[in-house]
Nanobody
Framework: QVQLVESGGGLVQAGGSLRLSCVAS????????MGWYRQAPGKQRELVAA???????NYADSVKGRFTISRENAKNLVYLQMNSLKPEDTGVYHC??????????WGQGTQVTVSS
């Protein structure tokens, strides 16, 4: 079973930056989508940013211009650079992969807390 492990979360003041990382325990093929979701307290999990199988990138409107997703396929890594953080960005950030033959994979999540 492939595992996804996130890191890089923490406590930061509004306006600050964090860089999240997600590493897969082994190579994953036939990826349909790969990216980041977040879940704030009392809210549903929502898409933050993701690569699609067509090579495009989707961002939530609330993070456009502030967050950047990137990846290193050879190292099974995906990153989320988060700049100009706001208190409403607070939540648990989960790495997600949807791949043929693997189904939907989720990491345990990393906590991001932005103080005002």
């Amino acid at each position: 079973q492939v595992q996804l492990v996130e890191s890089g979360g923490g406590l930061v003041q509004a306006g600050g930056s964090l860089r999240l990382s997600c590493v897969a325990s082994r190579s994953i093929f036939n990826i349909n989508a790969m990216g980041w979701y977040r879940q704030a307290p009392g809210k549903q999990r929502e898409l933050v940013a993701a690569f699609t199988s067509g090579g495009s990138i989707n961002y939530a409107d609330s993070v456009k211009g502030r967050f950047t997703i990137s990846r290193e396929n050879a190292k099974n890594l995906v990153y989320l650079q988060m700049n100009s953080l706001k208190p409403e960005d607070t939540g648990v950030y989960h790495c997600h992969v949807n791949a043929l033959g693997y189904g939907r994979l989720w990491g345990q999540g990393t906590q991001v807390t932005v103080s005002s």
